[in-house]
């Protein structure tokens, strides 16, 4: 079994709390398009518990995977929760009959979204909250000082612990912070999609954390010659390379690759403890450049 020593990348700060920087995005574990149960629940179950015996301490979940499926599935595998076991989930938008993702931000909603996670993972306060912004094409420009400023009231009221965003503009993030401070911020990002690189480094300065989703490219994954190149140099999968690139890219990165394989997530850890050296990663940053 594998502890959290071992784990690539370490530990750091996620806000006033402490996690794995290798985490575990959970959204793959609902059925397709994110909508319904999974096809095989006892492999969903045994990926998430494999997760916690490698050591990893960060869970990236959110009410709207199923809707509901997810945080009933982690409830059902890791409760009662380790004493260091982190869940991160995300408001700011409901599920559709058709699979859509409606924005749900008024301070009512998002209260309510907070409680149903609560229920749904049997905890007294959520670990961290991130407000998810923009829709489906990306960030969108507009205040978000309204829904923060309520998900700030909850987290002073006891019922969360830490503040984040998900899917903003650089706009954004100064806007919440010249509210309340964060913890993270959550954007896509990767080897390829590397809008976020100046945000990267000013949020690394300051402390906040930086959690790239689809690090592996999305339901489409990575394909760039230089990737493979580089892969075949070192014998490791191209995916293995995406994930040590973005741990050596930051020490501000917190991984949240997501499989619903428990073989997967121990290649995906391996992997992603894979050095790469000063040329290599010269190859690699021409990719987004």
Not at 64 to 82: D, K, Q, S, W
Not at 195 to 209: K, R, T
Not at 274 to 289: H, K, N, P, W, Y
């Amino acid at each position: 079994m594998t502890t959290s020593t071992t784990l690539p990348g370490g530990t750091r700060a996620l806000g006033d709390l402490r996690v794995t920087r290798f985490g575990y995005g959970a959204m793959q574990l609902a059925g397709p398009g994110v909508m319904g149960p999974p096809r095989d629940r006892d492999g969903a179950l045994a990926v998430l518990r494999a997760a916690v015996d490698l050591g990893i301490t960060h869970i990236d979940t959110s009410g709207a995977y199923g809707p509901g499926v997810v945080n009933t599935l982690i409830r059902e595998a890791l409760h009662p929760y380790g004493s260091d076991l982190r869940i991160a989930t995300k408001v700011g938008a409901r599920r559709d009959a058709d699979g859509g993702w409606p924005v749900s931000r008024e301070p009512a909603d998002l209260r309510r979204q907070v409680e149903e996670d609560l229920v749904a993972l049997g905890r007294d306060a959520l670990d961290v909250v991130d407000l998810r912004m923009g829709d489906a094409s990306g960030p969108q420009p507009g205040s978000l000082a309204e829904p923060f400023a309520a998900l700030v009231d909850m987290r002073r009221e006891g019922s969360i612990r830490e503040v984040g965003l998900s899917n903003v503009t650089a706009d954004q993030v100064a806007e919440a912070r010249a509210i309340a401070p964060i913890a993270c911020v959550q954007n896509m990002y990767n080897l390829a999609t590397r809008h976020d690189d100046a945000l990267i480094d000013a949020l690394a300065a300051d402390g906040i954390a930086y959690v790239p989703f689809f690090p592996l490219g999305g339901f489409t994954p990575l394909q760039s010659d230089a990737l493979s190149s580089v892969a075949a140099r070192l014998d490791a999968t191209p995916m293995a390379v995406a994930l040590a690139w973005l741990l050596q890219r930051s020490p501000a990165i917190l991984l949240i690759p997501g499989t619903s394989s428990a073989a997967h997530l121990r290649e995906n850890v391996e992997g992603a403890g894979l050095a790469l050296s000063a040329e290599d990663v010269r190859e690699l940053d021409a990719i987004g450049a």
